[in-house]
T-cell receptor, first 115, second 114 residues
């Protein structure tokens, strides 16, 4: 069975500082990894994905993520945090199993950026 | 393009009743997935429909069902509601059913069961 872990329920960072939101995964076969962000009372918005190729993936709003196969990680990063980045972040993994797939989401990490 | 729309946005039902939620995907998107989001369990996959056929199914009881129409609009039905069904139900659409496609989520329907 596949799984995703977001080890931190909450991450606090000062505006202007770099931020990292951690994600590790476990799948059989090739992983397809996604990051989504959820603002209060809104649905999830797609940020970026890793399918294959370059391990460093760039996405929306200045976010990027690094795929590390040996550590089975896909951490989300941003060089300089903004107060408006404060939201709930979800990591997700999909892997094909018998011709079908079920996407699995992490529990979410609340990012709080302080002015 | 208009985003994914879900109706109604809020719903209050009583235990034992049934409920139907509706989702209209982004124009051109043929895959629609449903998720249940709760503080305790997080985001859990219910099922996915593509071209009116259920393609993938999560680990939920048979009280949860869905369907997709020829225009890709989808409905989700929950029968014999239980208190534990109180949750935010999210619909997501994507271009296709390929594993690599990202999903676009609607704002959700907040269901409260009393």
């Amino acid at each position: 069975a596949q799984s995703v872990a977001q080890p931190e329920d909450q991450v606090n960072v000062a505006e202007g500082n770099p931020l990292t939101v951690k994600c590790t995964y476990s799948v059989s076969g090739n992983p397809y990894l996604f990051w989504y962000v959820q603002y209060p009372n809104r649905g999830l918005q797609f940020l970026l994905k890793y399918i294959t190729g370059d391990n460093l993936v760039k996405g929306s709003y200045g976010f990027e993520a690094e795929f590390n196969k040996s550590q089975t990680s896909f951490h989300l990063k941003k060089p300089s945090a903004l107060v408006s980045d404060s939201a709930l972040y979800f990591c997700a993994v999909s892997a094909s199993s018998g011709g079908s797939y079920i996407p699995t989401f992490g529990r979410g990490t609340s990012l709080i950026v302080h002015p | 393009k208009a985003g994914v729309t879900q109706t109604p946005r809020y719903l209050i039902k009583t235990r034992g009743q049934q409920v139907t939620l509706s989702c209209s995907p982004i124009s051109g998107h043929r895959s629609v997935s449903w998720y249940q989001q709760t503080p305790g369990q997080g985001l859990q996959f219910l099922f996915e429909y593509f071209s009116e056929t259920q393609r993938n199914k999560g680990n939920f009881p048979g009280r949860f069902s869905g369907r997709q129409f020829s225009n890709s609009r989808s409905e989700m039905n929950v029968s014999t509601l239980e208190l534990g069904d109180s949750a935010l139900y999210l619909c997501a659409s994507s271009m296709g059913t390929e594993i690599t496609y990202e999903q676009y989520f609607g704002p959700g329907t907040r269901l409260t069961v009393t």
